[in-house]
């Protein structure tokens, strides 16, 4: 997989660069890249093999994130939710099933799913609420058995994409039991309503819209078939909650030294010592960053879940969220007033770059939960709020 599907993200990304200001303007979906990501088979990159995807590992899609990033972070973004839907439902194992007491029959749908995906459906992540942001187990939305399958009522924001997906992942807590928090897969269509609320400081195009549930689903929509299962694969894969976000913004701060280059280059600025030194020091960090993701990337692989893995994950979420931010802020320093003007690379990068460390795990959350780690206490119960 690694080289077809990493060199189809490079083909892609000038292409999304291209179009990335317009929508960035206009606050407008990227449709268009999502049509180049269907064709070129990237909705399955996570999907195993025996299924008709890709097959890829965490690595692999951390790769591709970075690439499609360095061409607009807000569609890297998107897609990223729907690599961690697929890439945590294929991350199910035989063993892990049978532990988790997942039925033949939920696995049998949960197939159906990721077959829809390799041939080109794309799932949206409905999960954060006002006032919860994406902490399972503060939501207010709520599901209850019906003949026949699951009602879920209330209400999600910044649900990347929303208005677009074939579907959505949806958290809720059992109305019978607040403490029981399961996800469902629902379909796209009626019962579910598009609020537009998304006008941002930066990642304007990810059309991350408020989204209102009140909708009847099957009962096979319940994902692994079991009731509460959402907090403890939250904690068997903090990666895809966590560190999926952390390749992305690798790419943004990328994005930020190369469009600095360019800049710099055209109005003969390169000479000046001090600019050379902030695209060194720029350079250097971005570098840094992207072999913290790639490490924690490689551990996730060879022993996902395993306490020094997600140290690992939490310490690339935090660096990749600081990198970007600080890395764009002084490129575009170096460039100068002219590039602040909107409608420059420069300027939407760096209100992109300035997103990731707001985005869950926010980067006060993450060195928190490493400070307790180093203390020696559980970062995932220690702290003065829930972590999930």
């Known amino acids: 997989m690694t080289v077809n599907a990493r060199e189809a993200a490079r083909r892609l990304a000038p292409r999304f660069a291209a179009r990335a200001a317009r929508h960035d303007r206009d606050g407008s979906f990227p449709v268009d890249d999502f049509a180049d990501l269907r064709e ?12 008709g995807g890709a ?7 951390a790769a591709v994130a970075t690439e499609l990033a360095r061409g607009n972070g807000a569609t890297a973004l998107v897609f990223n939710m729907h690599a961690s839907v697929t890439g945590a439902l294929g991350a199910v194992t035989e063993e892990l099933a049978e532990a988790l007491g997942v039925p033949d029959e939920a696995l049998a749908a949960r197939d159906r799913l990721l077959r829809a995906a390799a041939e080109g459906a794309w799932y949206a992540v409905a999960m954060s609420e006002r006032g919860a942001g994406a902490r399972l187990s503060q939501l207010s939305t709520v599901y209850e058995p019906v003949d026949g399958g699951w009602h879920l009522k209330g209400s999600k924001t910044f649900c990347s994409g929303a208005g677009h997906p074939d579907g959505y992942l949806v958290a809720a807590r059992s109305a019978a039991d607040q403490s029981v928090v399961s996800q469902f897969l629902v379909p796209a269509g009626a019962g579910l309503t598009v609020e537009p609320t998304w006008d941002s400081l930066g990642m304007r195009a990810t059309s991350s819209h408020d989204l209102h549930l009140d909708v009847t689903v099957p009962a096979d929509r319940l994902l692994g078939g079991v009731e509460g299962l959402a907090l403890v694969v939250a904690q068997l894969m903090p990666h895809w909650l966590v560190a999926s976000y952390a390749a992305v913004y690798v790419g943004v701060a990328r994005a930020a030294v190369d469009a600095a280059v360019e800049h710099l280059n055209a109005r003969d600025l390169a000479g000046l010592p001090a600019v050379r030194a902030r695209l060194g020091r720029a350079d250097a960090a971005v570098a840094a960053a992207q072999q913290v993701v790639g490490e924690a990337a490689r551990r996730v692989d060879e022993a996902p879940g395993d306490a ?50 707001l985005h869950p795990a926010t980067s006060d959350v993450c060195a928190d939960w490493l400070g307790i780690a180093v203390l020696g206490g559980d970062p ?3 702290g003065s709020t829930p972590r999930w």
């Not at 070129?40 to 996570?46: D, I, N, P, Q, T």
């Not at 097959?55 to 899609?61: Q, R």
């Not at 969220?321 to 909107?342: F, Q």
């Open 308 to 357: 020094e893995t997600n140290r690992w994950v939490w310490r690339a979420k935090l660096l990749a969220g600081t990198t970007a931010a600080d890395v764009a802020a002084s490129v575009l320093e170096a460039a100068g007033t002219s590039a602040t003007r909107r409608g420059h690379p420069l300027e939407r990068l760096y209100r992109d770059a300035r997103c990731g460390s």
């Open 380 to 382: 995932d119960r220690d």
């Open 55 to 61: 097959g890829a590992t965490f690595a692999e899609y």
């Open 40 to 51: 070129a088979g990237l909705f399955g990159l996570m999907v195993p093999r025996e299924l």
